[in-house]
């Protein structure tokens, strides 16, 4: 599994930068390749909300400074993991900065999991950064939470806190399908499932959900019309194959049937039905309306409120 740990202390030798040793070492010695930024002493610029990066080159930001070197690792990660110490109850300036530029690319290709580090003085300051690392990364992202790890005062590098992290790392497995959100389909009694892909447009349309849309069996799809959401050009595919879900140019489509006469369509795929519920699908009335909506394969939501300083 491909890690990116941001560290956003700027203390290269502090209790922060400890946390994120014992986790990397953890997790090295179980095979998994980590990559750790120093986000404090790279040159990273706070968002110019532009809107380059949707409008006119998608998923590219106009500012050209040391995001360029953390974009394309970032889209190879399977996991990040936030570090940082607790300013005014939240995440420091410049791990801020390098989370507000995520903006541009949207959603990181291969992004499942995360985990939080923080190390604090007082054990009562954490909400702010858990209510970021919630919000913006569990729910937005729809990231498998893989822990929340907090140090205040004398456990900041205590031999205890080190080794909870290093088995921590240790332990982490790489993403499979078990963990791969899915759509829920329904259409009267009829409900199948279609596990999601790691396209712009599919983690988009999670953020969308629920929603309900109509349309006609037109012989090799059920077409319905959906406002445009986000998606790259670069990822839609040629033809399809049956079974396989579209939404773009303003449609959700079911493309149950035609694979073979496919080939002159370029079609935004996002999830899949295999063959038995594609069956279902194609034996529904002429006319329907489906009601779309979210299963993912966790809870989301640990139990923050367990940690002192998050209500």
């Known amino acids: 599994?491909?890690?990116?740990?941001?560290?956003?202390?700027?203390?290269?030798?502090?209790?922060?930068?400890?946390?994120?040793?014992?986790y990397r070492e953890g997790a090295e010695s179980t095979g998994h390749h980590v990559t750790v930024f120093d986000v404090c002493r790279m040159h990273v610029a706070g968002c110019?909300?532009?809107?380059?990066?949707?409008?006119k080159e998608q998923r590219t930001c106009i500012q050209k400074d040391d995001m360029q070197k953390i974009y394309p690792v970032l889209d190879e990660a399977d996991m990040l993991v936030l570090a940082s110490p607790v300013y005014y109850h939240g995440l420091s300036g410049q791990l801020k900065c390098v989370i507000d530029r995520i903006y541009a690319p949207g959603y990181p290709r291969h992004l499942r999991k995360s985990a939080l580090l923080?190390?604090?003085?007082?054990?009562?300051?954490?909400?702010?950064?858990i209510y970021t690392y919630r919000h913006s990364f569990l729910e937005w992202l729809h990231l498998e939470d893989m822990g929340v790890f907090v140090a205040a005062g004398d456990e900041n590098k205590s031999p205890q806190l080190l080794d909870r992290l290093r088995a921590a790392g240790a332990a982490l497995v790489d993403p499979d399908d078990h963990n791969v959100a899915r759509l829920v389909i329904r259409a009267g009694d009829v409900e199948v499932r279609a596990p999601l892909n790691q396209t712009q447009a599919a983690r988009d349309l999670m953020n969308r959900l629920p929603l309900t849309v109509s349309g006609v069996d037109s012989g090799v799809d059920y077409c319905c019309g959906l406002k445009e959401g986000t998606f790259d050009e670069a990822e839609?595919?040629?033809?399809?194959?049956?079974?396989?879900?579209?939404?773009s140019d303003g449609w959700f489509a079911l493309l149950h049937s035609g694979q073979e006469?496919?080939?002159?369509?370029?079609?935004?795929?996002?999830?899949?039905?295999?063959e038995a519920a594609n069956a279902q699908v194609k034996a529904l009335p002429q006319q329907v309306t489906f009601?779309?909506?979210?299963?993912?394969?966790?809870?989301?939501?640990?139990?923050f409120e367990s940690l002192?300083?998050?209500?």
């Open 1 to 22: 599994m491909n890690i990116v740990i941001f560290n956003g202390s700027p203390r290269p030798h502090g209790n922060t930068a400890a946390m994120v040793n014992a």
């Open 261 to 274: 006469q496919s080939q002159d369509y370029r079609v935004m795929v996002v999830a899949h039905l295999n």
């Open 48 to 55: 110019l909300a532009c809107e380059y990066c949707h409008t």
């Open 236 to 247: 839609k595919q040629q033809g399809w194959s049956n079974g396989d879900v579209s939404v």
């Open 291 to 303: 009601e779309l909506s979210l299963e993912e394969p966790y809870v989301s939501a640990r139990d």
């Open 118 to 129: 923080l190390s604090s003085g007082s054990k009562d300051v954490y909400g702010g950064a």
């Open 308 to 311: 002192e300083g998050w209500s």
